[in-house]
């Protein structure tokens, strides 16, 4: 039951539990488990201020279920900020709680909270779950932009 969850802007005294869940959202999409890499990757977003951390807390238990982390960005078209919603995770004993759309509730009042002009997220074509959880909150899928990337590594 969601009354069970409790969901924070996480602070860097989180970072340990932090990082051992954000280890297990990368083992999620493939790759390779390096939890020292994790922390410190984690450990970087919150000294630079590059991030916004929501954790979810089972009460009960106090341990960490799940997390949302969002990355800003700018429109010079439309002069102004969003929000990337760039990682959504419910460790697997947590899930079919709700958790993950509590976590969607605090990425969006976060962001009428900074007047963002909004969010946008993207999820793996496979990934039928979140899928239906972003469309069941309003996201709608971009059909009128392609998305290209360029690795910049040999």
């Known amino acids: 039951m969601t009354t069970d969850i409790r969901v924070t802007q996480a602070a860097i005294g989180e970072l340990d539990e932090l990082a051992a869940v ?5 083992v999620f999409y493939g790759q390779p488990s390096d939890a ?9 977003r919150f000294e630079y201020r590059d991030s916004i951390v929501f954790a979810a807390r089972d009460v009960r238990t106090d341990a960490l279920v799940g997390f949302a982390q969002l990355y800003p960005a700018f429109s010079s078209i439309s002069m102004a900020r969003s929000l990337i ?4 995770f419910v ?19 976060y962001a009428k909270q900074t007047n963002a002009k909004g969010l946008e997220l993207s999820t793996a074509a ?5 899928r239906r959880l972003y469309e069941r909150n309003g996201y709608e899928r971009d059909e009128s932009f392609y998305h290209y990337f360029l690795s910049a590594r040999p």
Not at 22 to 26: L, P, T
Not at 36 to 44: K, V
Not at 126 to 130: D, E, K, M, S
């Open 36 to 44: 020292s890499a994790a922390r410190a990757f984690l450990f970087d």
């Open 85 to 88: 919603l760039n990682d959504l």
């Open 126 to 130: 496979g990934n039928a779950a979140a």
């Open 22 to 26: 954000f280890d297990q959202y990368r």
């Open 91 to 109: 460790v697997p004993d947590a899930r079919k709680r709700g958790i993950g759309q509590l976590l969607l509730d605090a990425a969006l009042r």
